[in-house]
């Protein structure tokens, strides 16, 4: 079973019932929480701190002089939880002045672009002096867009994404986003795959493999297809 869960902490019934069954399994996209691991074969996985870091690591050498920062999360994804952790070293890596960034409020988005704009909104409405929204992917990214667009502040708020997707390259693209940190879930599915052909061989497997994020911004989204995710080599 090629398995990606939606709440890491509630996976291990999922996983146990599988093992007890003789089930061979690879996690793949969203990790499973540490505990659980000895229930995989196998995770095939972005380098969650990776791509936090890469986005607080803009947010630092954007935003020299320090920020306030919004929060939109998805609490249940272990990935996510990993993302966030990573935002904050990437920023604390790149400033000598970290105590200046700020942790306005975390929100839950639910990795929603409508939940997003709800929760988004409500926070601009308490906090007139939010200067970076960093989102937990590019589809709570749009919801934040919405949201400070109706407040009146497109261009006040840098809004930072997550995954590299089709939307959020296009939001980069048109300035409504400044950065996404891109994944590969293609190249992810297909190691999904051939890891489990090669369990089923009989082959050994490496069990944590961490896939290289990267970062698209203004500088350089005209190297990337705006319509596509990854990309798989003939």
């Not at 105590?99 to 007139?128: W, Y």
């Not at 006040?156 to 997550?162: A, E, F, M, R």
Request: glycine share 8%; hydrophobic share 40%; charged share 25%.
């Amino acid at each position: 079973m090629i398995y990606i869960p939606y709440d890491s902490a509630g996976a291990q019934t999922v996983l146990q019932t599988c093992k007890d069954a003789g089930v061979k399994v690879i996690n793949i996209d969203n990790v499973i929480t540490e505990d659980d691991y000895e229930l995989v074969d196998g995770i095939i996985a972005s380098d969650n701190t990776q791509l936090g870091y890469l986005s607080g690591q803009w947010v630092a050498e954007n935003h020299p002089d320090g920020a306030n920062v919004l929060v939109v999360h998805l609490q249940t994804a272990e990935s996510c939880i990993i993302n966030v952790d990573g935002f904050w070293k990437g920023i604390k890596d790149n400033t000598e002045n970290a105590e200046a960034f700020k942790e306005v409020q975390v929100v839950e988005g639910e990795g929603s672009t409508e939940t997003s704009f709800n929760v988004v909104s409500d926070a601009l409405q308490a906090h007139d002096d939010i200067d970076v929204i960093y989102c937990i992917n590019d589809t709570s990214a749009l919801g934040a867009v919405q949201a400070v667009e109706d407040a009146g502040k497109t261009g006040q708020i840098d809004i930072l994404g997550k995954d590299g997707a089709p939307i959020g390259k296009h939001a980069v693209k048109d300035g409504t986003m400044v950065q996404t940190s891109a994944q590969r879930p293609t190249y992810m599915g297909y190691l999904g795959v051939k890891e489990a052909i090669d369990l089923l061989e009989g082959k050994e497997i490496e069990f944590n493999t961490a896939i290289e994020s990267y970062s698209i911004t203004a500088d350089n989204i005209d190297d990337y297809d705006l319509d596509a995710w990854d990309s798989l080599e003939e």
